[in-house]
């Protein structure tokens, strides 16, 4: 009984990394992209808009960071799909 929980436990980590990783990366990405026009958004709202994008950046770094422990885990947790655990090149 215990080996039953601890596989259901080990596939609820997998699949739950999967699920963390495809919305953090992403998410990372459009914030980021946010982040880096502060003199478009200066147009719209002034001077405000260079903190903004600082804490825009700041919270992209956050899912970033997630995203990097999420690869980590996939490595130690990997889905139970045909997927690589390495890139295909050497470098």
């Known amino acids: 009984m215990f080996d039953h929980l ?3 436990v080990t596939c609820l ?4 990394n999967a699920a963390m990783l495809f919305i953090s990366t992403p998410l990372s990405m459009y914030i980021y992209s946010l982040s ?3 003199a478009t958004l200066e147009k719209k709202i ?8 600082a804490l825009y950046r700041i919270i992209s770094s956050v899912f970033m960071f997630v ?12 889905l139970p799909l045909p997927l690589p655990l390495t ?4 470098y």
């Open 67 to 78: 995203a990097i422990i999420g690869y980590v885990l996939y490595i130690v947790y990997p």
């Open 13 to 16: 980590i997998e699949w739950l």
């Open 46 to 53: 002034g001077e405000k808009a260079y903190p903004r994008c």
């Open 36 to 38: 880096v026009r502060p």
């Open 87 to 90: 890139f295909p090149w050497e």
């Open 6 to 8: 601890v596989v259901q």
